[in-house]
């Protein structure tokens, strides 16, 4: 399907923005992008920019969708071949390996997260429903082992993303590789956490 001229507009004016915040590297900041000279990258005016985006968290915030839907990729790996564990490491590497090629965007959106209720409503959904996903298979291996007991499924679901979240933070700050920091040990570690509350000891 070939996209409308607006949609091109408003994919041009993404890509700009995706440019801007990679270029800036680690110190870029919401308020230091200037609308005007983001348009002008993107060939079009200022004034298009707010017919598709109410402010620049906004458009932060329609740029994460991308990510978003690369997130539902790892999920898909839910359902796939191989063991339940072996897929739920898979996905959650996924997801980590995914934002290595994009912390800019992750770190743009930490900050309209905090500045903006709207893509903080925005995020809180998209979270909300791989809560849904992730409760889902704590559920299922309940009753495979016939447990019961604990804190709802939904509530674990909800404290592994925030691992996930504090995690992707850690990555998306980390500015010098050198600084002693393992990255790899730590999405293992993470990884472990979730197989470890999920299913129970892994050894």
């Known amino acids: 399907m070939s996209l409308t001229r607006g949609d091109r507009r408003r994919t041009a004016l993404l890509a700009a923005l995706d440019e801007h915040l990679r270029e800036a590297g680690p110190d870029a900041r919401l308020e230091d992008i200037n609308v005007a000279d983001l348009s002008r990258r993107a060939g079009v005016t200022r004034s298009a920019f707010y017919f598709y985006f109410d402010n620049k968290a906004a458009a932060v915030a329609?740029?994460?969708d991308e990510m978003y839907d690369e997130a539902w990729g790892a999920a898909d790996l839910l359902g796939?071949?191989?063991?339940?564990?072996?897929?739920?490491?898979?996905?959650?590497?996924?997801?980590?390996?995914?934002?290595?090629?994009?912390?800019?965007?992750?770190?743009?959106?930490?900050?309209?997260?905090?500045?903006?209720?709207?893509?903080?409503?925005?995020?809180?959904?998209?979270?909300?429903?791989?809560?849904?996903?992730?409760?889902?298979?704590?559920?299922?291996?309940r009753v495979a082992r016939q447990e019961s007991g604990g804190p709802p499924a939904v509530a674990i679901a909800t404290a592994l993303m925030d691992v996930n979240d504090r995690a992707l933070e850690r990555l998306v700050r980390a500015t010098d590789a050198a600084d002693g920091f393992?990255?790899?040990?730590?999405?293992?570690?993470?990884?472990?956490l979730w197989l470890s509350t999920i299913y129970g000891s892994i050894r």
């Open 182 to 192: 393992d990255w790899e040990t730590h999405v293992d570690a993470v990884v472990h």
């Open 62 to 64: 329609a740029l994460m």
């Open 80 to 141: 796939g071949d191989g063991t339940m564990r072996d897929r739920t490491a898979a996905a959650i590497r996924t997801v980590f390996d995914g934002w290595t090629q994009r912390p800019h965007v992750y770190r743009a959106m930490l900050e309209a997260r905090a500045t903006s209720a709207a893509a903080r409503e925005r995020w809180d959904t998209h979270i909300a429903s791989f809560v849904e996903v992730v409760a889902a298979v704590i559920d299922a291996e």
